[in-house]
């Protein structure tokens, strides 16, 4: 019997330390979870070492030529090539982090040992981050690590969502289901953020086209006409001396630096601001005012919120920890302190819809799904077909967001261009009205 060192959540979510002796580490799991606790970490208590084994003793001696054995072949499989050497920034793009699940979801259904499937997918990648994190995960599980541990040492790969799906699969002992279950979860929540960005490359495509345009007439053209226009012994309209001096703004006050850099001072400026949790917060609560874009990132908020969370119950996540992971990955300060209230509530006893319902974050209709799949034990299918319903809804919104914008931009547009064409002809108009008059 070998004795194992385990973290788990009791049933008030609250860390418990201790530890057990068992024959393997997942009969180990088995009478941690018999206890009523949800296992987060197991490991094998390293053994003693026994300080009266003298140098010739026959057990010292295999023990030092095991190791003597054993040193060269992990300096071995340390050692890397130049072909084998990659450099890695940001994360993994979450297509290649999709394709990866689904395939180890395969093998784990065919039967094949993790050992063996991690390997398999490891050849498969191309040199980079996921390749790099696929060595050092089939390093830790030959080493006697569980697989959730594994990924959790590489979160710039796998994010706290993600290895809480794994760990509660290897559990409950159905790792290739839900293996399956969270693929199936990125898809969808990628597919909801492509939407959105998709929705906003036309607008912000025109608009900057735009804006170089009209700097470029106000730097080039403009000038030109007001040589011509210092010509005329009248006096210039008011709408073309306007026009003038912007224009002298622009090509002389370095105020083309001025509109082309706000844009990207605004956004600099909010992500400064938004390291802070007072600010990240205002800027939240800002989004969420925004005419039509404020219901949109409503929808998709509680759209993420509820497939995290409903995925996470039907893998058999405590609810307690589901919703801690639900909150963190939410996207939104708001949403993110509405569902500590509902979080604490739960751990007093009550229930979910109540506290989510005063937190008047959701609609209605959100809240009566969810007290009903309280009541029906339903809860992460009801959650679901939430995150469903809402990705119709933003969608819905996304294309209506669209076909409104383009007449906007058009609007706007023809006001720039109306406003320029005016000043610049006024002055020729006003002159020939002159002289037709003197004539």
């Not at 319903?389 to 007449?407: A, H, Q, R, T």
Request: charged fraction near 20%.
């Amino acid at each position: 019997m070998a004795t194992f060192l385990y973290e788990a959540l009791n049933g008030s979510g609250q860390q418990v330390k201790a530890e057990i002796e068992a024959g393997t580490s997942d009969e180990a799991i088995s009478r941690v979870r018999s206890q009523g606790y949800f296992v987060t970490k197991i490991r094998e208590k390293a053994a003693k070492k026994s300080s009266r084994t003298s140098p010739g003793d026959p057990v010292s001696s295999s023990a030092a030529s095991a190791a003597a054995a054993i040193a060269p072949a992990r300096r071995k499989k340390k050692k890397k090539g130049l072909n084998d050497l990659s450099f890695s920034i940001g994360r993994v793009p979450q297509k290649i982090l999709v394709q990866f699940t689904r395939q180890l979801s395969t093998l784990q259904d065919a039967g094949l040992p993790i050992l063996r499937s991690i390997k398999i997918l490891h050849q498969q990648q191309k040199p980079g981050l996921m390749r790099d994190a696929l060595d050092g995960v089939g390093d830790d599980v030959e080493g006697g690590t569980t697989l959730s541990e594994a990924f959790s040492r590489h979160p710039r790969v796998f994010d706290r969502l993600y290895v809480n799906m794994v760990q509660a699969g290897e559990t409950g002992g159905v790792l290739d289901v839900i293996l399956q279950r969270l693929a199936e979860f990125m898809e969808k929540s990628q597919k909801l953020k492509r939407r959105l960005k998709g929705a906003m490359i036309y607008p912000v495509v025109v608009i900057s086209f735009a804006m170089l345009m009209v700097t470029g007439i106000m730097i080039i053209v403009i000038p030109k006409f007001k040589k011509l226009f210092a010509q005329f012994k009248t006096g210039l309209p008011e709408i073309t001396q306007i026009l003038i001096n912007v224009s002298s703004w622009m090509a002389h006050d370095y105020g083309w630096a001025w509109v082309l850099g706000t844009p990207f001072g605004i956004y600099f400026f909010l992500k400064v601001v938004g390291k802070t949790k007072i600010g990240r917060y205002i800027i939240d609560v800002v989004k969420l005012k925004i005419p039509v874009m404020g219901s949109i990132i409503q929808k998709s908020t509680i759209a993420r919120l509820t497939r995290t969370l409903g995925t996470l119950l039907a893998a058999g996540v405590p609810i307690l920890e589901a919703i801690i992971i639900a909150r963190d990955t939410c996207g939104n300060m708001v949403y993110e302190k509405a569902m500590q209230k509902v979080h604490d509530a739960i751990r007093e006893g009550e229930g979910f819809a109540t506290p989510l319902r005063n937190a008047r974050v959701c609609d209605s209709i959100v809240v009566n799904m969810i007290d009903v799949g309280e009541e029906t034990g339903d809860m992460d299918k009801m959650l679901m077909k939430i995150a469903d319903n809402y990705d119709e809804e933003v969608d819905v919104m996304v294309g209506s967001m669209v076909s409104i914008l383009e007449p906007i931009m058009i609007v706007v547009l023809g006001v720039i261009v109306g406003f320029i064409v005016i000043a610049v002809f006024y002055p020729y108009i006003k002159l020939l009205s002159t002289m037709s008059n003197g004539g």
